[in-house]
């Protein structure tokens, strides 16, 4: 089923009624109507904004590339930054999970602050 003009308004718990030449069944069904996703943001526009170096924007990217970055060391300091734009503002979480993030990382995968950044960062 598709359900077009949706407002916020029409979330709501619902009743749901079929039958055929067998019977009927009702069922109570729940909908949630969210607000649509911020457009996908220009990663490198982000770090810029953020003031990461000249030098260090080539590692500014939505995948990361940690070889380049361990390869300029002077990069470490703004991974924080870069991480923060990688995230687009998403919630990225259980894809990190899946990919063997350590859970004392994951807060990076939404772009926020974590306590052990050179653990992280490895």
């Given amino acids: 089923m598709k359900i077009k003009s949706v407002s916020m308004h029409d979330g709501s718990l619902y009743y749901c009624h079929a039958n055929n030449s067998l019977g009927g069944k009702n069922a109570l069904m729940g909908v949630t109507v969210k607000e649509l996703p911020p457009p996908v943001m220009n990663v490198t526009d ?7 170096t000249k030098d260090c924007l080539d590692i500014c990217a939505f995948s990361i ?19 923060s734009c990688a995230s687009d503002g998403s ?6 999970s899946t990919g063997g993030v350590p859970g004392i990382c994951l807060n990076w995968c939404m772009g926020e602050v974590v ?8």
């Avoid at 982000?46 to 990461?52: I, M, P, S």
């Avoid at 590339?65 to 991480?83: A, E, G, R, V, W």
């Avoid at 919630?91 to 990190?96: E, M, N, V």
């Fill in 46 to 52: 982000c770090c810029v904004k953020q003031n990461v």
């Fill in 65 to 83: 590339d940690f070889d380049t970055m361990l390869s300029k060391p002077q990069c470490i300091s703004q991974f924080q930054q870069l991480m």
């Fill in 91 to 96: 919630d990225h979480r259980h894809c990190c």
């Fill in 115 to 122: 306590e052990e950044t050179e653990v992280c960062a490895l």
